[in-house]
C-alpha cells in the first residue's frame, strides 16, 4: 500500500512537471489558439494515449530493473535530477521563450490532430525523463507490487496532466492575451519555476533512496 505522503508528495511533483513548459504544452496551447479548442481537445486526448503508452512500457521496465539491478535506481536517480537542473536552467536563461508565445500551425483533421498528440508525447524526453527517472524514486519493495505502484503513480499523474492541460487548453488564448499584457509575470514565472525545479532536483539527488 503506498503511504498517502508519499502519494501526496508525487502529486505535487507531477502538478510541476505539467506546469513547466515543454513540448506538450506548447503544442496544445499553439493548437488551440491557431485552430480553436476543440481541436487543442482532440490534441490532447492524443497525448494522453501517449502517457499510456509511457506508463506502461515504465511499469514493466521498472518491475524487471527492481528485481534484476537494484541499484540502477542509484543511477536514475543522478539522471533525474540533472535532467530538473537543465529544465531549471531553460526556465531562467536569458532569452527563454515563453509557451504562451503560440506558434502559427495549419489547420487539421481530427485524426491528424490527435496522431500529432500522440507523436508530441511519445516522442517528449521530459515525460519519459519523468517516467524513467523520477518516478522510480517514490518506489519501494516495501509497499507491494513495483508494477502495481507504478500503475497507480502513472495513472495519477496522467490525471493531473489532462486536468491542467484541458484548463489551459479552453483558455489559451486568453491566458496568451493576458500574458502579452504583463510581460513582467512571464519573467516572474520563469524565475520561480526554476527555483522549485532547482529544490526539487536536490531533494532528489540527496534523499535516500525508497526501495531500502
Given at each position: 500500500m503506498i503511504p498517502l505522503n508519499e502519494w501526496l508528495l508525487f502529486c505535487g511533483a507531477a502538478?510541476?512537471?505539467v506546469l513547466t513548459p515543454g513540448p506538450n504544452m506548447i503544442y496544445l496551447i499553439s493548437r488551440s489558439i491557431s485552430q480553436g479548442s476543440k481541436?487543442?481537445?482532440?490534441?490532447?486526448?492524443?497525448?494522453?494515449?501517449?502517457?499510456?503508452v509511457h506508463m506502461v512500457a515504465a511499469a514493466i521496465g521498472l518491475t524487471a530493473l527492481f528485481l534484476a539491478i537494484?541499484?540502477?535506481?542509484?543511477?536514475?536517480?543522478?539522471?533525474?535530477?540533472?535532467?530538473?537542473?537543465?529544465?531549471?536552467?531553460?526556465?531562467?536563461?536569458?532569452?527563454?521563450?515563453?509557451?504562451?508565445?503560440a506558434k502559427n500551425?495549419?489547420?487539421?483533421?481530427?485524426?491528424?490532430?490527435?496522431?500529432?498528440?500522440?507523436?508530441?508525447?511519445v516522442l517528449n524526453p521530459k515525460i519519459a525523463i519523468f517516467y524513467l527517472a523520477i518516478l522510480p524514486q517514490f518506489i519501494s519493495s516495501h509497499h507491494g507490487s513495483v508494477f502495481f505502484q507504478s500503475m497507480v503513480f502513472g495513472f495519477?499523474?496522467?490525471?493531473?496532466?489532462?486536468?491542467?492541460?484541458l484548463s489551459i487548453t479552453l483558455s489559451a488564448a486568453s491566458i496568451a492575451f493576458w500574458f502579452a499584457r504583463n510581460p513582467t509575470w512571464i519573467?516572474?514565472?520563469?524565475?520561480?519555476?526554476?527555483?522549485?525545479?532547482?529544490?526539487l532536483a536536490i531533494r532528489l539527488a540527496?534523499?535516500?533512496r525508497q526501495n531500502e
Open positions: 502538478l510541476l512537471m481541436a487543442g481537445i482532440i490534441s490532447l486526448l492524443g497525448v494522453i494515449v501517449g502517457f499510456l537494484p541499484l540502477a535506481y542509484e543511477a536514475l536517480k543522478w539522471v533525474g535530477a540533472l535532467y530538473l537542473l537543465w529544465l531549471a536552467w531553460h526556465a531562467i536563461k536569458p532569452r527563454a521563450r515563453s509557451p504562451f508565445e500551425l495549419p489547420y487539421d483533421s481530427a485524426s491528424k490532430l490527435f496522431l500529432m498528440g500522440f507523436l508530441t508525447n495519477t499523474q496522467i490525471v493531473i496532466s489532462f486536468s491542467i492541460n519573467a516572474i514565472q520563469r524565475y520561480f519555476m526554476g527555483f522549485i525545479l532547482v529544490t540527496f534523499e535516500p
